[in-house]
């Protein structure tokens, strides 16, 4: 079989068995889900594992998040198309990638400087033109792009960061794991006028963000 047909077969599978079947309905996520390559976001040794219901590990202590979180966090943003949002968390890039699938512009940052330079690489590669990049500390937001419709953080710590609830516009909306070190609750906030509603989503367990705002090294 050609390896492209074979990858889009993959696809095709996860977005119905994993994802869809689970409660994700929102068609853009789901589109976005059987669009994007997940198995270009991997390390080479993992790509039969690549479209599989489970996290991967992406190099420097980091991972690629199981899909159906991905879409999950996504849905729960509820994008209609022509937002601007910042992922807090670059990592691999398939977390922005299915986000480019959606919205206008993209703005990720990550830390670590190994995989922010790849992970740039890789978005020139694949023509993702409406990410921008940035190498720096996740945990202050990016301020000169904002304010965002939405914002994604993708590692978890006791509380949201300040500066990400200033850096998000009235009635956007932020999702980011909170708790301790081993787990922690998906939560969603929603910034109105009068202050910010916030939404208990469920347990799930991501890597410590770290900075200024966050865990320590």
């Known amino acids: 079989m050609n390896e492209e047909l074979k990858y889009k077969r993959w696809r ?22 059987s669009t994007a390559p997940r198995h270009k976001f991997v390390p080479e040794a993992l790509i039969e594992s690549s479209y599989g219901d489970f996290p991967l590990p992406i190099g420097e202590g980091q ?13 729960c943003l509820e994008l209609t198309g022509d937002e601007k949002v910042l992922e807090i ?4 890039g398939y977390q922005a990638a299915i986000l480019a699938h959606i919205v206008y512009k993209v703005y990720t940052i990550e830390r670590n400087q190994t995989l922010f330079l790849q992970t740039r690489k890789l978005f020139d590669r694949l023509k993702y033109h409406n990410i921008v990049t940035k190498y720096s500390d996740g945990t202050q937001g990016w301020k000169e792009h904002s304010p965002y419709d939405a914002i994604i953080v993708t590692a978890g710590f006791r509380q949201i960061p300040p500066p990400l609830i200033d850096q998000l516009a009235i009635g956007g909306k932020l999702v980011m794991p909170v708790g301790g070190h081993m787990s922690q609750e998906l939560v969603r906030i929603e910034k109105t006028k009068d202050g910010i509603n916030s939404l208990n989503l469920g347990g799930c367990r991501f890597v410590k963000l770290i900075g200024q705002y966050g865990w320590d090294e």
């Open 12 to 33: 095709q599978e996860m977005v119905k068995t994993q994802i869809s079947s689970r409660g994700i309905t929102d068609s853009k996520v789901l589109h976005a889900m």
């Open 63 to 75: 991972t690629i998040s199981q899909p159906y979180i991905i879409a999950e966090m996504t849905q």
């Open 89 to 92: 968390g670059t990592g691999s």
